[in-house]
């Protein structure tokens, strides 16, 4: 039986380290022996992964729906759809053999959804503070500075300094979550 795996999301205004804060979490759980996957959401209405001129971008032009393009060490997967509808249920649909899934953005899909926990990337004391009323339930608030802020009981982790206090919260919410 395949086991689901644990969603943590990744929200934060623009530039408040949200890339990076996955990039060390990805580092440290894999670290670790978890099997991590990464979603990253690109809201720009234009953007396409694929390269125009290129066979892949050919293929999809002509109208197929799904291309899949294997080189010696990666296997990619482009559906041309709507994703407007997406559903959390859709996007962990495409994942397979993880322990961890972390995601970036998708503000809007798993902000005010409760049963995803959330790591909330942060610029400053005001940020984190907003924050708090938006989101729920927080593991911690991380950014790439110190910032002193004891008050919510919510820990504050300097990324950059600190990656492996994220995966430890991470890890323990994972046990949490089997026991």
């Known amino acids: ?4 795996p644990t969603v943590i999301s990744v929200i934060g205004s623009k530039n408040s380290g949200k890339t990076t804060v996955i990039e060390l979490l990805i580092q440290e759980l894999t670290k670790r022996g978890y099997r991590v996957a990464a979603v990253k959401h690109i809201p ?3 953007f396409t992964i694929d390269t125009e001129g ?3 971008w050919r293929f999809a032009k002509a109208g197929a729906k799904t291309v899949i393009a294997i080189s010696p060490t990666e296997v990619t997967t482009i ?3 709507d994703t407007s509808g997406l559903t959390l249920s859709d996007i962990l649909e495409k994942i397979v053999e993880n322990d961890i899934v972390l995601v970036e953005g998708f503000r809007k899909l798993l902000g005010e959804n ?7 990337t942060v610029k400053n004391a005001r940020e984190i503070l907003e924050n708090a009323k938006t989101f729920k339930p927080i593991i911690a608030f991380a950014g790439l500075q110190q910032i002193n ?3 919510l009981g919510v ?4 990324a950059l300094e600190n990656g492996g206090k994220l995966a430890d919260l991470v890890e323990d919410l994972i046990r949490k979550r089997r026991n």
């Open 155 to 158: 820990p504050y982790v300097n």
């Open 114 to 120: 409760i049963e995803v926990p959330k790591i909330i």
């Open 1 to 4: 039986m395949k086991t689901k």
């Open 44 to 46: 720009e209405k234009d």
């Open 54 to 56: 290129r066979d892949t």
């Open 149 to 151: 802020v004891t008050q």
């Open 79 to 81: 559906e041309k759809a």
